[in-house]
């Protein structure tokens, strides 16, 4: 190689090392993130699934954003989960600085019921779920009722967090649709504390438990029969209750079970985890990647089996188009719906 070529080679090699190191070609995602702490809001107080599974995905999604940004839990209870996802529309940080877990019926009290929102739950960037389990609710075993036909014939005190929250929404369904005789208890500030009201006698029963919810924060309820589970929400019977009828199995009319059909839709949105409106697209593509990266990390997947976390992980895709399909529900049958269940009580 003559002089020259030689030292046209290294003009170039210097050139591209330039290039490299250049502002243009650094990381803007990476960037962004460093230093940076992400808040996750809970829409439920200390404990249970939608709170460990915050704190454990908090542990170990910073690895996989570039940047390694910081990320804390900060619970917001109350409202029945309205509280919260009211703050991460209207306060919450548009940046990609505040992630959140709410409860999958919060789409459905969008349209059906409305009472606090200020919201729309379309416009959140689905980042994906942690999976899906049905939804059950159960009476405690020294009540005496053991199937939605004793329910039919007598009262049944049942406790609520908030008009937002299955504690509510399922039980009032059924007194309206079927004629059930569920007596609503409002103002429990945490579905951890109706828990504690249930095995304290102050209320009988309790509605929207998760069963992976059950299992992880209450597993003496099962195994020792200390509740009997009367019916349960969800697209089909959970594996280890195919004797347990499904809500919208209860439906005596093509009408009742329209309705009772779309009220079921919230469980497959599962745990469902979500960043600002307006967070710039290269953001939410990087959280998106990093959300399902750490669906698929062992760390994180030995951490949920500890905790009895049932994982059955999908991306954000799948997770906005439940929730469009809920609130792009046809006019007329959310129409229908809303006309019964506002009926006088």
């Known amino acids: ?147 939605m036909a004793d329910v039919m014939a007598r009262e049944l005190v049942t406790g609520a967090t908030g008009v937002g929250s299955g504690t509510f929404i399922y039980p009032n369904a059924m007194n309206v649709v079927l004629g059930t005789k569920f007596k609503i208890v409002m103002g429990y500030k945490s579905t951890a504390e109706l828990d504690l009201a249930l095995e304290r006698g102050e209320v009988q029963a309790r509605s929207g438990a998760s069963l992976a919810g059950i299992l992880q924060e209450r597993s003496s309820w099962i195994k020792e029969r200390k509740v009997n589970v009367l019916t349960q929400v969800g697209a089909e019977r959970e594996k280890d209750f195919p004797d347990v009828p499904l809500m919208h199995e209860l439906a005596k009319t093509p009408e009742q079970r329209q309705i009772l059909n779309l009220i079921s839709l919230p469980p497959a949105l599962g745990r469902p985890f979500f960043t600002t409106p307006d967070v710039p697209a290269d953001r939410v593509a990087a959280l998106r990647r990093a959300f399902e990266a750490t669906m698929r990390d062992t760390a994180f997947l030995n951490e949920a089996k500890q905790l009895n976390l049932e994982m059955n992980p999908f991306g954000g895709q799948r997770a906005a188009a439940i929730v469009n399909e809920i609130i792009n529900t046809p006019p007329a049958l959310i129409a229908k719906a809303k006309a019964v269940l506002d009926a006088p009580k």
């Open 1 to 147: 190689m003559n002089a020259r070529l030689m030292h046209t080679s290294a003009l170039a090699a210097i050139a591209l090392v330039g290039i490299a190191a250049s502002p243009a070609c650094a990381d803007p995602i990476e960037d962004f993130y460093k230093g940076k702490t992400i808040t996750v809001v809970t829409s439920t107080g200390v404990g249970g699934p939608f709170d460990l599974t915050a704190r454990a995905l908090a542990r170990h999604m910073p690895r996989y954003i570039p940047g390694r940004p910081t990320m804390i839990v900060r619970n917001m209870p109350g409202g029945g989960h309205v509280l919260a996802t009211n703050f991460m529309f209207t306060q919450a940080e548009k940046d990609g600085t505040a992630i959140a877990t709410v409860n999958n019926s919060i789409p459905l009290h969008q349209v059906l019921d409305g009472r606090g929102v200020r919201f729309d739950a379309r416009k959140f960037n689905w980042l994906g779920s942690t999976g899906t389990s049905n939804l059950m609710t159960v009476a405690w075993h020294t009540t005496g009722f053991k199937t």
